[in-house]
């Protein structure tokens, strides 16, 4: 079965040093979100894109984040620099009106841990 | 802006119970409602999709309502059991069929054999 990839799992960095996490939606999907999840919260969303296009980075802290897309296939997420209250579950999801599945249903990835000291 | 709220943090049930979930909204009906679970360490799982104009969907030991009189979505698990263990997620969306979700915070429902 098609999933999403994420890699690394997990990342320990030290604050101020810069992070990146890489995401690979399912194949076909058009839209890939990225969204960060602090313990004990729901996930929010950070960035959507359509094809390699941003649809919406409203809540991307775009003094120190920021995301691409360049080719309309996998992504990456940047911070830059770290800071301690970066440390969350950073997701990245898929969806695609056009999947076998339900439309508006979003695959999501395993996650990157992030834990800034 | 929009709140969402899932009543408790953590549900603890018996197994073979229902379990009931509550998710309440304010402000204005999104145009559907997702429940989703979510195993500690992974990402969310899709679970099931209730649109603004349904009130009731089933999906084998699960069903979902949805009262936008009362602003609130129920998630109903029935003959649980301990492997139905995980935060469920209620999340509404707006604006189309590719607008954004917006999640709430969890319940965390325990089932003890």
């Known amino acids: 079965e098609a999933e999403v990839a994420q890699s690394p799992r997990y990342k320990i960095t030290e604050k101020s040093q810069a992070v990146a996490f890489w995401c690979d939606p399912i194949s076909g999907h058009a839209t890939l979100y990225w969204y960060r999840q602090i313990l004990g919260q729901g996930p929010e969303l950070l960035v959507q894109f359509q094809d390699e296009s941003v649809v919406d980075d409203s809540q991307l802290p775009k003094d120190r984040f920021s995301a691409e897309r360049l080719k309309g296939v996998d992504s990456t997420l940047k911070i830059q620099p770290a800071e301690l209250g970066d440390s969350a579950m950073y997701l990245c999801a898929s969806s695609s009106p056009h999947a076998g599945g339900l439309d508006n249903e979003q695959f999501f990835g395993p996650g990157t841990r992030l834990t800034v000291l | ?113």
């Open chain 2, 1 to 113: 802006s929009q709140k969402i709220e899932q009543n408790s943090e953590a549900l603890n049930i018996q197994e073979g119970k229902t379990a009931t979930l509550t998710c309440n909204y304010t402000n204005y009906s999104p145009a559907y409602l997702q429940w989703y679970r979510q195993d500690p360490g992974r990402g969310p799982v899709f679970l099931l999709l209730i649109r603004e104009n349904e009130k009731e969907k089933r999906k084998e030991r699960l069903k979902v309502t949805f009262d936008t009189t009362l602003k609130q979505s129920l998630f109903h698990i029935t003959a649980s059991q301990p492997a139905d263990s995980a935060t469920y997620l209620c999340a509404l969306r707006y604006g189309g069929s590719q607008g954004n979700l917006i999640f709430g915070k969890g319940t965390k429902l325990s089932v003890k054999p």
